[in-house]
């Protein structure tokens, strides 16, 4: 059963950093392209950004609001992906899911609540 | 980016009623390859979202019959033949054909 498990979630500071983890398991991470979407609370789903599988070229996409912002990257040999946020705005205040992406399966995390306050 | 518009936001259902949700994008989800890349997930209240249709109208593994999705190029609908309780929740539409994935506004589904 694939299962993904996002931690890392908090309160910081506008300006800040933060960095999400997202644990996989139940399937080849390795060959899996990976995304981020957040969802601001009550509100509607908006994609951030994926990574595409080594054997892909390991290349990221990201959404305009977050482009040069946040890093999305991966540690294959811990079935680990990973979402580093800088220059955080009070907009980003969302809970972020990583889902697998694939054309034929959408996954999602349960998530986890990222609150950029000051 | 590809623009994914709802109708309608809200529907109150009778539990054993059909439902209909209908979803249109700005441009054609249809691939080179042929396939259509639209999906539809379900939030259930507190949940994340889960893939009930891909492709338009494949059920992902383990999803009711009674789901269905049907259309074509920039016009998809999905239907619940007969509502139950637990369908309840938001649903969305995403398209997958443009590397920025794009949702629609979900559609809220009550029980009468």
């Known amino acids: 059963e694939v299962q993904l498990v996002e931690s890392g979630g908090g309160l910081v500071k506008p300006g800040g950093s933060l960095r999400l983890s997202c644990a996989a398991s139940?399937?080849?991470?390795?060959?899996?392209?990976m995304s981020w979407v957040r969802q601001v609370p009550g509100k509607g789903l908006e994609w951030v950004g994926r990574?595409?599988?080594?054997?892909?070229?390991?290349?990221?996409d990201y959404a305009a609001p977050v482009k040069g912002r946040f890093t999305i990257s991966r540690d294959d040999s811990k079935n680990t992906l990973y979402l580093q946020m800088n220059s955080l705005k009070t907009e980003d205040t969302a809970v972020y899911y990583c889902?697998?992406?694939?054309?034929?399966?959408?996954?999602w995390g349960q998530g986890t609540m990222v609150t950029v306050s000051s | 980016d590809i623009v994914m518009t709802q109708t309608p936001l809200s529907l109150s259902v009778t539990p054993g009623q059909p439902a209909s949700i209908s979803c249109k994008s700005s441009?054609?989800?249809?691939?080179?390859?042929?396939?259509?890349?639209l999906f539809w997930f379900l939030q259930k209240p507190g949940q994340s979202p889960q893939l009930l249709l891909y492709?338009?109208?494949s059920r992902f593994s383990g999803v009711p019959d009674r789901f269905s999705g049907s259309g074509s190029g920039t016009d998809f609908t999905l239907k619940i033949s007969r509502v139950e309780a637990e369908d309840v929740g938001v649903y969305y539409c995403?398209?997958?054909?443009?590397?920025?994935?794009?949702f629609g506004q979900g559609t809220k589904v009550e029980i009468k």
């Open positions: 889902t697998t992406d694939t054309r034929r399966s959408v996954i």
């Open positions: 995403m398209q997958g054909i443009h590397p920025t994935w794009t």
């Open positions: 441009q054609s989800l249809l691939h080179s390859d042929g396939k259509t890349f």
């Open positions: 990574i595409k599988s080594k054997t892909d070229g390991g290349t990221t």
């Open positions: 492709e338009v109208s």
């Open positions: 139940g399937f080849t991470f390795s060959n899996a392209w």
